[in-house]
């Protein structure tokens, strides 16, 4: 069932990052390099990633830190290119850091 679940997400979470194309999964699932083939802003790459964690936090139910890694783990195996100028300094951050408290245990 949670595979299943995950795989619906995953689809999701591709078919999200190519509508501004006219694309969905459907369309690319044969194309083992499709990801490479679409260009993205890094503005719409974060507001990608923050989508991308609120609907893994909701259909996964994993922390928000947890759904932040999965994020990070999206993008960087299917997440579309974004012109490295549009980096600079230590921008390469998707998310803030966190205001959570953490709490150590000794």
């Given at each position: 069932m949670r595979r299943d679940k995950q795989k619906e997400l995953f689809?999701?979470?591709?078919?999200?990052q190519l509508e501004p194309f006219g694309k969905k999964y459907e369309d690319v699932i044969d194309d083992p390099k499709w990801f490479t083939k679409f260009k993205t802003s890094k503005a719409t790459e974060s507001e990608f990633a923050e989508y991308a964690k609120r609907?893994?936090?909701?259909?996964?139910?994993?922390s928000s830190k947890?759904?932040?890694?999965e994020v990070s783990w999206f993008i960087l195996q299917w997440?579309?290119?974004?012109?490295?100028?549009?980096y600079t300094g230590n921008e390469?951050?998707?998310f803030e850091p966190s205001k959570e408290k953490v709490t150590v245990r000794k």
């Open positions: 689809v999701e979470l591709i078919n999200k609907r893994i936090m909701q259909e996964l139910k994993l947890n759904a932040e890694n997440g579309l290119t974004v012109d490295p100028s549009e390469l951050k998707l």
